[in-house]
């Protein structure tokens, strides 16, 4: 009998339909370092504003058919970026490919993203505890890619409430979420001063959802 037939170490799952594919990314990371750099200077990355009229903490872009965008009307999807007027950069073909073959490395099939946000985080910025509710479809996944600086995220339940699970993410780091976990409330701690060989003391993720 084969004692590690069944045990596939850089596949955890941290809640039921929430995947940790540790280090998925580093197999294209060069091919998405360089489509990184491209994209955001086709579309550079911003703070946005919140209904509030803060300035939230992390810089943001996005690339696909669909951006998310935040202003004082709200937080929405939009194919145009605000700031010139034009569509989003096209999907790069390698955090297209990336998106899908991670959602279905978790057992979603079919994962057809059509908008991918890009958040920047400098050492001390941080994301709020809150639910990602803007898309129209919470039965298709949400991918997340981390590269960079590491991260805490912080994982809860339906409530707000509700205690939260802490997880570290470092460069190269893919989570897949679905199903049950589709709509639990989570956050980023503040960022702790860090440096990352390419890319500085800076922290990008990647969030592929299909939006429309
Ligand atoms: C868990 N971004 O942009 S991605 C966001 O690291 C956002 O920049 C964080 O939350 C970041 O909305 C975390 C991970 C993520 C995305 C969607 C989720 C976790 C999720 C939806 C449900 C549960
Ligand atoms: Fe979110």
Redesign the pocket.
Known sequence: MDLFANIQPNKLEIVKD?YLLKSYALANEQSLLMDLAELVSQAPLRFMMTKMGFAMS?AMTNCGALG?VSDRQGYRYDMKDPANNKPWPLMPVSFQQLAVLAAAEAGFDNFQPDAC?I?Q?QVGAS?GL???KNELDFNQP?V?V?LGIP?V?K?GGLARTDKTLRIP?VHGDV?V?GGE????F???APLKMNTHPILGAY?Y?L?FRKAG
């Not at 976990?181 to 639990?184: F, H, I, K, T």
């Open positions: 929430a992390a998310w946000l958040n985080y994301m809150h639910q990602d949400i997340s981390s991260a995220f994982f993410l989570i979420w976990s589709r709509l639990n989570h956050a980023i922290r993720n969030t």
